[in-house]
């Protein structure tokens, strides 16, 4: 074989990531902030562009905007000193007060002349924006140390960082985080019972569970459903909730009455230790969440809508209102090319139009893409919908994908930072995804939430004299129908937070 250059022609294939595709990838993993942001800095920068104003009426209701129930509570005002919450709250004067307990006003209400007023955080943020002046002195009146304070944080995030040392139980957890949507500007859990137990799908029992579970959480007197209540969990945290105090706070509408009298028969104590108690009361907080800021935040704004249709099934739709609505002036274009001799510009103009097409056919397929997702989860997921979060089915990337046509990368990106409105709650896309743990007689798998719960409620109720070891659970739940390990169900337990069968039998014995 003779040795020397020589020409081959050869035919190949390979994957190219081209620029549009690249930005198509790019705004499918967005979020609906993200995009809105994007779609922002493409207007400033493509001359091609315009955003289109005009109304749809595509948006969604009143009815889907209000799914969180958090936003139709009324608040109470705000504007009370911390030493007369009484008379806000009760319509008591501290004057009455005086004369009833024939003392002087100075020894019923701790004096408090503003001075521990929480600032307002709608001013704070308001002189946070101006710069500090030089000729400004620190000993001036005018000097605001809190004006450089970047920023506050919210009762729902200080809520949701102990959430996890509280609560432990998945199912309780999803109860627990709907229960501080809930919360209004004061840390009251304005909301009925029976309502949000329907929309999760539990039990009145479960509900109050968790409930307890929560009231537990800094600070002390969240999550009380009415006053009595509140004050009650903070009496309880100092150790001060007596049966006299008790008393006190059952019937504290008559100290809005400025009955005394009654209320010492009720609480058979005397004039001096009546005094005290009403000193203890108002030193208490009735509005635990009015320490935090209180600016209004912006809720989660789901990209889709599922709503019960009428043939018993489910809708899903997109949250026109989420997207960016652009248009491609091509009047403009053909204008100013026309005009144009230079090379340089009209090759600037015909890429700026190039990519103003790509872009409104990135966003179209990335809506669509969004709506066929959304629409094969609310499939698979229909036992959830209508019975609540222990029928959650086991779901990973793969069946989705296999049911749509899409690959396992696309999926993964549609479901990042997407929410979903259904009539339980707003839920990330990917909270629809759970591992299985197959069936022990063959059937349908079980999701690990659903058998973490099991041992949970299993852990909970068993007798002290017949404490339940790793083996016991395991059987029990063979013979329940779950195929499980011993090492799975101690990871389970550990993860729960449950000690093991040796240390919850010493404790059960210890206090037997």
Not at 467 to 486: E, N, Q
Request: hydrophobic share 35%; charged share 25%.
């Amino acid at each position: 074989m003779a040795i020397g250059p020589k020409l081959e022609f050869r035919q190949s294939q390979q994957l190219v990531m081209t620029p549009q595709l690249m930005q198509a990838i790019k705004l499918l993993q967005l979020s609906n902030v993200d995009l809105i942001a994007h779609v922002t800095s493409e207007l400033e920068s493509n001359p091609f562009l315009e955003r289109d104003d005009t109304p749809d009426g595509g948006g969604p209701s009143d009815d889907g905007a209000s799914i969180d129930g958090a936003s139709n509570f009324e608040s109470s005002s705000g504007d009370a000193q911390e030493g007369d919450w009484l008379k806000s709250e009760l319509g008591t004067t501290p004057e009455a007060d005086s004369n009833s307990l024939n003392s002087d006003r100075s020894n019923v209400l701790p004096d408090d002349n503003g001075e521990h007023r929480p600032a307002d955080p709608v001013q704070q943020k308001s002189d946070a924006w101006q710069a500090p002046s030089h000729n400004t002195s620190s000993s001036g009146s005018d000097y605001n140390l809190e004006a450089f304070v970047a920023a506050q944080i919210s009762l729902s995030e200080h809520l949701q960082e102990q959430l996890g040392l509280a609560v432990t139980n998945p199912a309780d957890l999803l109860v627990a985080r709907q229960l501080i949507d809930c919360l209004d500007e004061n840390g009251y859990l304005r909301i009925e019972g029976d309502e949000i137990a329907q929309r999760l799908g539990v039990t009145d029992a479960d509900l109050d569970r968790v409930i307890a579970s929560v009231q537990g959480l800094d600070p002390v007197g969240v999550f009380a459903r009415n006053l009595n209540e509140c004050l009650k969990l903070q009496l309880i945290e100092k150790d001060r909730y007596d049966p006299a105090m008790q008393k006190l706070v059952e019937n504290i509408e008559l100290l809005a009455l400025h009955d005394l009298p009654k209320l010492k028969r009720l609480c058979r104590v005397d004039d001096e230790d009546l005094r005290d108690m009403i000193l203890e009361i108002k030193e208490l907080n009735p509005k635990p969440g009015s320490a935090f800021n209180n600016e209004i935040v912006q809720p989660i704004v789901p990209d889709a809508f599922v709503r019960a249709s009428s043939d018993g099934g489910w809708t899903v739709e997109l949250n026109t209102e989420s997207l960016p609505k652009v248009l491609i002036s091509q009047s403009y274009y053909s204008e100013i090319s026309k005009n144009s001799k230079n090379k340089t510009d009209l090759a600037y103009f015909t890429d700026s139009l190039q990519t103003a097409n790509w872009l409104v056919k990135s966003l179209d397929q990335r809506a669509r893409t969004i709506l066929k997702v959304s629409s094969e989860i609310v499939r698979q997921q229909d036992g959830f919908l209508t019975y609540g979060v222990q029928h959650l089915r086991p779901m990973n990337l793969r069946v989705v994908a296999d049911a749509i046509g899409m690959h396992e990368s696309t999926v993964s990106r549609v479901t990042s930072n997407k929410y979903i409105a259904t009539p339980r709650g707003i839920y990330e896309l990917k909270y629809f995804f759970s591992a299985a743990i197959a069936s022990s007689e063959g059937g349908e798998s079980h999701s690990a939430e659903s058998v973490r719960y099991k041992i949970k409620r299993l852990i909970d109720a068993e007798d002290p004299k017949k404490i339940l070891s790793d083996d016991s659970l395991v059987k029990i739940l063979k013979d329940d129908g779950v195929d499980i390990a011993r090492r799975t169900v101690a990871k389970y337990r550990e993860a729960l937070r449950i000690p093991s069968s040796v240390q919850r039998r010493r404790e059960k014995k210890a206090m037997a």
